[in-house]
């Protein structure tokens, strides 16, 4: 039985280019940062979290949420093949219990905030807005997107980022935790606006202040589906 069963829809993926030296002390034991035509990406992304169920079951109040994280990708060489994966250097939700058991079972960096979001469907076009308050103010991502869907490119930056099967956390300078995430390959809306404000330093520290001067490389908008989550392993 998969650790979690659930859904991710409407996921907005603001993408930059970043040094990988920033972040080599996010690498977990037995990776290394995947890189994308010689680039190392960092990801900003904005979800709703649906009908999760863990270890079959459906807990009260807590299967639908939004989620704000940040993100990076690695991969793992193993048994021949080249296992690709993302680890997460921060994950926003806006219940404590999600938080509880994200951090206590698989290590990982979630952390409760007050959140909202509002779907809007326009004449034309769609709009995606998820924002959480850190320190009194309303951070937003906000994308403006065409109607229909298309494909995610092969061989495009859309699809590396996409295509991601493996979570990775560091649990410290020896361990690693891994699990495997599966959800079939997804289509995309062509994003037409970003009007997102955040302020990166308030929310992830100074070491991530100078993504505000960075322009994003792609936004794009996942339309996602059901997924699930394997339970972890040590490695």
Same mark, same amino acid.
């Given at each position: ?17 970043v040094n990988p030296q920033i ?29 999760? /169920? ?16 940040? /993100? ?22 806006? &219940?404590?219990?999600?938080s509880f058991v994200a951090n ?15 779907? &809007?469907?326009?004449?034309?076009? /769609? ?5 959480? *308050?850190? *320190? ?37 300078? &020896? ?23 955040i302020d990166f330093e308030t ?29 972890? /392993?040590?490695?």
């Amino acid at each position: 039985m998969s650790f979690l069963k659930a859904e991710w829809n409407n996921l907005a993926m603001i993408n930059y280019e970043v040094n990988p030296q920033i972040l080599q002390k996010y690498v977990p034991k037995g990776t290394e940062i995947d890189f994308f035509n010689g680039k190392c990406y960092v990801s900003f992304i904005g979800f709703l979290f649906e009908n999760v /169920r863990v270890l079959g079951m459906k807990i009260p109040f807590h299967s639908d949420f939004e989620e704000v994280n940040l /993100r990076f990708y690695v991969r793992r060489f193993e048994n021949g093949v080249w296992k690709r994966g993302a680890v997460f250097i921060s994950e926003i939700v806006p &219940k404590y219990a999600i938080s509880f058991v994200a951090n206590t079972f698989y290590n990982e960096q979630y952390q409760t905030l007050p959140m909202k979001h509002n779907l &809007k469907v326009n004449e034309s076009s /769609r709009e995606f807005i998820y924002q959480w *308050k850190v *320190k009194g103010i309303w951070n937003t991502i906000h994308v403006e997107t065409n109607k229909n869907p298309i494909p995610i490119e092969v061989d495009s930056e859309a699809e590396f980022i996409t295509e991601h099967y493996f979570g990775y956390t560091k649990i410290n300078e &020896k361990e690693t935790f891994e699990y495997q995430v599966t959800h079939p390959r997804w289509q995309q809306l062509e994003v037409i606006n970003n009007t997102s404000e955040i302020d990166f330093e308030t929310v992830y520290g100074p070491e991530f202040a100078f993504i505000r001067e960075l322009k994003p490389t792609s936004v794009f908008l996942a339309i996602g589906s059901k997924i699930t989550i394997e339970d972890k /392993r040590k490695i």
